[in-house]
Structure formats: structure tokens, C-alpha cells
């Protein structure tokens, strides 16, 4: 059973930088996906950014790019994402998400419901 492990939430002012991780156990996938989805109190979840575990190319929701980077470290089997200048509408519960393949509707950004593995999520608080 695969699980992810999300860490490095917090609170931060607006401006501040944090930066999360994403610990994946038994995920072996190297054709699939792996991806960040936010959701703040009140709306549907988002994809925010994603990466493709086979050749590292990147996707990013147009609200973060230039300020969040996703990146991945095959031999800790983890996930990051960077995310600088933040700001309050940034404020939301961060997942991480993955896929065991690419293609369908499978590893597209926007196409949250697609994903096969869920973490539990951790949250991301930015004051202005």
C-alpha cells in the first residue's frame, strides 16, 4: 500500500517562504506522477503543481508559477515544493497526490479527482 507523508506546513507572513515534503513509501511508479493539490476553507481542490516521476518535467498552476518550485529526490522517494513570495490566498491544506501512470485523465493538473494515492494533507497558513 503506497503512503504519502506530507510535512512542512506552518504559519508565515506574507512574503515568506516555506518549504514541504512529500515522504513516499512503496511508491515505485517511474511512469506516473506525483503532484501537490491545495484546498482553502470553502472552495474545491486545485492542483497547484505536478511532476512526472519518469523524466522530471514540471506543470504549474498559473496562481504560483514563478513562486513555487516541485522538484523530486528519487533516492529519498520524496517530493518537494518550494514556495516562495507567499501570499494569503496561498493560505490552504496542502496535498500531496500521485499517480501510477500517465495518461487519460490520469496526471493532469487541473484533473484532481484522477489521483491515486492521497496523503493527509498538511496546512499552510500566510497573514498578511
Known amino acids: 500500500q503506497v503512503q504519502l507523508v506530507e510535512s512542512g506546513g506552518g504559519s508565515v507572513q506574507a512574503g515568506g517562504s516555506l518549504r514541504l515534503s512529500c515522504a513516499a513509501s512503496?511508491?515505485?511508479?517511474?511512469?506516473?506522477?506525483m503532484a501537490w493539490v491545495r484546498q482553502a476553507p470553502g472552495k474545491e481542490r486545485e492542483g497547484v503543481a505536478i511532476?512526472?516521476?519518469?523524466?522530471?518535467?514540471?506543470y504549474y498552476a498559473n496562481s504560483v508559477k514563478g513562486r513555487f518550485t516541485i522538484s523530486q529526490d528519487h533516492a529519498k522517494n520524496t517530493v518537494y515544493l518550494q514556495m516562495n513570495s507567499l501570499k494569503p490566498e496561498d493560505t490552504a491544506m496542502y496535498y500531496c497526490a500521485a499517480a501510477r501512470a500517465v495518461g487519460g485523465d490520469s496526471c493532469q493538473l487541473d484533473l484532481v479527482y484522477a489521483y491515486d494515492y492521497w496523503g493527509q494533507g498538511t496546512q499552510v497558513t500566510v497573514s498578511s
Open positions: 511532476i512526472y516521476t519518469s523524466d522530471g518535467s514540471t
Open positions: 512503496r511508491y515505485t511508479y517511474r511512469r506516473g506522477c
